[in-house]
Nanobody, 119 residues
Framework: EVRLVESGGGLVQAGASLRLSCAAS????????LGWFRQAPGKEREGVAC????????YEDHSVRGRVTISRDNARNTVYLQMNVVKPEDTAVYYC????????????WGQGTQVTVSS
């Protein structure tokens, strides 16, 4: 059974940093592409960043470029999202997801972790 468990969210002040983690199990981690997404209240879910099996990185949201870093640790079956200089508009539920190589659909999702940024 594929399982993705996010952690690291919480209430932080604007300008702070935090690191989100997503621990994965139930599949061969190094064979899959990974992504972070977020959904703010009243808005659609949007992509934040993706990392491929070969550590190719794409930052999907122009508003986070330069402030976030996605990384993966295949030995720990974990993908991270380092967020720096957070802004109130970063407030959202953050999800990690898994996409098989050669496909365009993220098939498995975690339950999400809430990030709230106060001004």
């Amino acid at each position: 059974e594929v399982r993705l468990v996010e952690s690291g969210g919480g209430l932080v002040q604007a300008g702070a940093s935090l690191r989100l983690s997503c621990a994965a199990s139930g599949f061969t981690f190094e064979d899959y592409n990974l992504g972070w997404f977020r959904q703010a209240p009243g808005k659609e879910r949007e992509g934040v960043a993706c990392i491929t099996i070969k550590n190719g990185v794409t930052y999907e949201d122009h508003s986070v470029r330069g402030r976030v870093t996605i990384s993966r640790d295949n030995a720990r079956n974990t993908v991270y999202l380092q967020m720096n200089v957070v802004k109130p508009e970063d407030t959202a539920v953050y999800y990690c997801a898994v996409r098989a190589s050669g496909t365009t659909t993220f098939d498995y999702w975690g339950q999400g972790t809430q990030v709230t940024v106060s001004s």
